[in-house]
């Protein structure tokens, strides 16, 4: 398998603070990869290290088979990175942004489809200043896939943008993954974990907690389902069938709204839905649910989150 990004043993100091406690992690290529974490868990000190714009205190490191610590601009050329806080050009127009920067790289893409890639191709002859936030983070992505790189770093992509403009960076995104571009993200949101990853690593208070993919981290697949539902007028608990009654999550019997957990769903739905059915009850708010991403990462970082809400 081809592995893009090798991570072992790594850990960086800031002064006696440890940041980064010893992770290893592996990014194959082609893949959409998700680092997650709550604030300050050593996300950023980690890219930077990886895209060779810290050094770290241990560890070994390869990222397209160099040392970023080492490598110089022909393997620069060969990542992309999103900067947070890029500038505008003056008096540039977006298609004139581009075409300067195509300049920097060996191989540069097509100024034309990669506006295209990020959906602003209307906007190539517009001034670059007078994007929208949205639009501008799009030039920011254009911006670092002129140079046609095979690696892609994105820094929490999505964020400040409003929902169809979320959707359309996902479809950007995975257009990229769709062109054989390795995607590391770092996001907060779990949906766009869930949405675009191939595989997921959550960081928390610098050590790697858990990895997996978006469906499977943390146990997820094998995860108790949840069932909710109000109890019809004119029943009790003791009304329901015994495989009902024995999943009811505890100190969860006593308002009429139930929650069920259930390692096998079925056999607590099949006996309930039989019940309801032969009473002429609707269930009408009848919900199942596994646990979500979100669930799962709130859990596998309860501890971190914990500590640092702490007065
Ligand atoms: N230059 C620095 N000097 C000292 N401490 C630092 C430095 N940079 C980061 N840290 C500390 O290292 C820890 C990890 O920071 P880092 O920026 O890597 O976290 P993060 O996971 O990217 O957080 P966020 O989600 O908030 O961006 C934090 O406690 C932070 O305060």
Known sequence: MDTVIRVSALRMRYGPFEAVRGIDLEVRRGEVFAFLGPNGAGK?????ILEGYRRRTAGEVDVLGEDPARAGPAWRARIGVVLQESQPERDLTVAECMRLYAGYYPAPRPVGETLELVGLAEQADAAATRLSGGQRRRLDVALSLIGDPELLFLDEPTTGFDPSARRAAWDMIAGLRALGVTVFLTT?????AEHLADRVTVISDGLIVAEGTPGTIGGRERAAAEIRFTLPPATGLADLPPAVRAALADGEGEGRRLLLRADRPLTVLGPLIGWAEARGHELP???????????????LTANETAATEVP
């Open 188 to 192: 907060h949101f779990m949906d766009e």
């Open 285 to 299: 708010d009848l919900e199942v649910r596994r646990p979500s991403l979100e669930d799962v990462y709130l859990a």
């Open 44 to 48: 950023t000190t980690t890219v930077e």
